[in-house]
């Protein structure tokens, strides 16, 4: 990663020349339909002005792999040509966990050829059947005129076909919500879960608090989950219809899991922990369009960058300003996005073309960068925001979570609760394998490096009973009498056969993001790596006695109170006041369980061995 992503952590970024977005390019997928192609297409602001004249003359050609289907038509097929159409789009909804793209009218080189209004109608009637027989809804995304010198119009049709909901096997999607303090996450947040509107005065937000001082102060402190869900029509589901969380779940094909965090530079730590440990799939970065980029949005932006999580900007409280003051504070998110730290390529959103067109291209680049303007109190481009989230497809496709799934059971630890009647409670991510209740694990390491026995009693899932939990899918996990004071954030829960590897000594290569004035042996610094946040001495610096800001190094680092559970190629960032940094974990210095030997958990009705 470029060393001068540290502008954005500290310092003030130096303005560079700016000039027109430069356009969108399919990348293996699903292209845009109605993107441009060609030097003849003129760009403004990274976005097509539309009109007949700029639909490319291509897609890029099908791919074997991946939910994006090409047909040219499907009128009145055989029953053997239908079963074989069927299975198809099972193998489609696979590779999309899900999720698939149909594109009508369009040959498997991707040439446009289109189809008429009554060969369009019957291609839709097919369509819409074969996803009955597989158990799924269609959606038109869009329908595009193809230019030709024929005189009936010819069309092409983008569809998407998701599954209906069977046993929580919804698409589960997580988004970490930053910006700086009073740009409106929250709130922003409450008005897309609880479907109302904000009345200007915050009362949107107050449902998201969990304590007195937050509703007291307007001012998030904690990590907070809210979800919004999408049913197989593409539907929104949230409180609006849906009393409990659980029928939220049980309504919803897609699920969408905001991640809220805090805005103001106090609760820095908290953010960072929310960004490292809940492995968020993407990134919204809420910019308040009356105060532009100010406080911590610049150093946000750097840590999404940093631990290379996607992200889209969201421009909130335009009703407060006047359409100049808007445009110049897109203006200033374009020339920070554009400047070599970032080199990324902003995408305003003003339809809902735009945001199908943004949605696929995002998950396609890393360097497609989403921005919406938009209003929680008027609902202005709300909907737009709505679209994007609803079409965003997952990151991973389905045969790497199978591999994910086929591996040891390892789940972090992220937080821990005591529940009347249930007992000791954990909530985290499942990171590999599967978990099922009433399967045996071990959770450490604890202050002296030991490994402790316990029972997975039962899992909740957005606040629902679950049976089994898959790699990736976050919940919580109640541990029955298994005593509290044994456990603390970081830990996790793996599988006996695992004999994981534990370690107070490591080395990373890192890059110094900033730092006012040398990096020494003895400085110290609190360093994440996933869920672990723990103080550590830097102990050797490879090959130099001192670093800059911007210079890289291989440096060891001890922990100073107790091993962690770490994995060679782990990202991790550390920070001690403005000093801040980035690298992988390259070497462990390893206790391994042997040495320390695996204890079993005292608790009530538990025995020793």
């Not at 997928?29 to 060609?38: D, E, L, Q, R, T």
């Not at 209003?375 to 737009?384: K, M, Y």
């Not at 029955?480 to 290569?509: H, Q, W, Y």
Request: with cysteine.
């Amino acid at each position: 990663m470029d060393s001068r992503v540290s502008e954005l952590f500290g310092g003030c970024c130096r303005p560079v020349g700016c000039g027109a977005g430069g356009g969108l390019r399919g990348r293996g997928g699903a292209a845009p339909v109605g993107g441009s192609s060609g030097s003849k297409a003129k760009k403004k602001n990274g976005r097509s002005r539309g009109g007949k004249a700029n639909n490319p003359p291509y897609l890029p050609p099908e791919a074997e792999d991946g939910n994006i289907e090409y047909k040219l038509k499907l009128v009145n097929p055989s029953q053997y040509r239908f079963e074989h159409l069927v299975t198809q789009m099972k193998w489609r909804l696979q590779e999309g966990r899900g999720e698939a793209v149909y594109q009508i009218g369009v040959e498997d080189n991707g040439l446009l050829v289109g189809l008429s209004e009554e060969e369009m109608r019957a291609s839709l009637k097919t369509l819409r059947r074969m996803a009955e027989k597989v158990g799924a809804d269609i959606t038109v995304l869009r329908e595009r005129e193809v230019d030709y010198d024929s005189d009936v119009p010819r069309k092409i049709t983008e569809v998407l076909v998701r599954k209906v909901p069977d046993n929580q096997q919804f698409l589960d999607l997580r988004v970490a919500v930053l910006g700086n303090v009073d740009s409106g996450k929250s709130t922003l947040l409450g008005v897309l879960t609880q479907g109302e509107l904000d009345n200007g005065r915050g009362r949107a937000r107050l449902n998201l608090f969990r304590h007195l001082h937050e509703i007291q102060s307007g001012r998030t402190s904690s990590i907070s989950f809210e979800i919004l869900g999408f049913n197989s029509k593409g539907e929104v589901v949230n409180y609006s219809d849906s009393r409990t969380a659980e029928e939220i779940c049980e309504s919803s094909s897609k699920m969408i899991t905001f991640i809220d965090l805090a805005g103001h530079h106090k609760y820095l730590k908290t953010t960072i922990f929310g960004l490292t440990s809940y492995c968020p799939d993407f990134a919204m970065l809420v910019v308040s369009a009356n105060t532009g980029i100010a406080g911590t949005t610049r150093e946000h932006l750097g840590l999404a960058m940093a631990l290379k999580v996607p992200f889209f900007i969201v421009i909130s409280k335009v009703d407060l300003c006047s359409k100049a003051t808007v445009e110049r504070t897109v203006k200033q998110l374009e020339r920070i996005l554009k400047q070599p730290g970032c080199n990324k390529l902003p995408l305003l959103v003003n339809s809902d073309d735009d945001a199908v067109t943004a949605a696929q291209q995002f998950a396609q680049s890393p360097n497609i960068t989403p921005i919406f303007t938009l209003s929680s109190v008027s609902g202005e481009n709300l909907d737009l925001l709505k679209v994007f989230l609803n079409v965003l497809p997952p990151l991973t496709n389905s045969k790497e979570q199978e591999e994910l799934m086929q591996q040891l059971t390892e789940f972090q630890v992220d937080e821990i609760y005591t529940v009347p009647e249930v007992g000791t409670v954990v909530g985290g991510t499942l990171s590999s394998g599967i978990c099922r209740e009433g399967e045996n694990l071990v959770v450490g390491p604890t202050d002296d490096g030991k490994f402790l026995r316990l029972k997975v009693c039962s899992i909740q899932r957005n606040r629902s009973a679950c049976r089994v939990l898959r790699a990736g899918q976050a919940a919580t996990l109640a541990l029955g009498p298994f005593d509290r004071a044994l456990l603390r954030k970081g830990m996790v829960m793996v599988s006996p056969e695992m004999n994981p590897t534990i370690c107070s000594v490591f080395e990373a290569e890192i890059v110094l993001l900033f730092h006012a004035t040398t990096f020494r042996k003895g400085f110290q610094v609190t360093v994440h790596v996933g869920n672990v946040r723990q103080t550590a001495i830097v102990e050797k610096i490879h090959g130099k006695d001192k670093l800059r800001t911007g210079e890289k190094a291989v440096v060891r680092f001890r922990f100073i109170k107790h091993p962690e559970y770490l994995k060679i190629g782990a990202k991790l960032l550390f920070r001690e006041g403005v000093t801040k940094g980035i690298g992988h974990v390259t070497d462990l210095q390893a206790i391994t369980t042997k040495e320390n030997g695996l204890e079993e958990s005292l608790g009530p009705g538990q025995l020793s061995f």
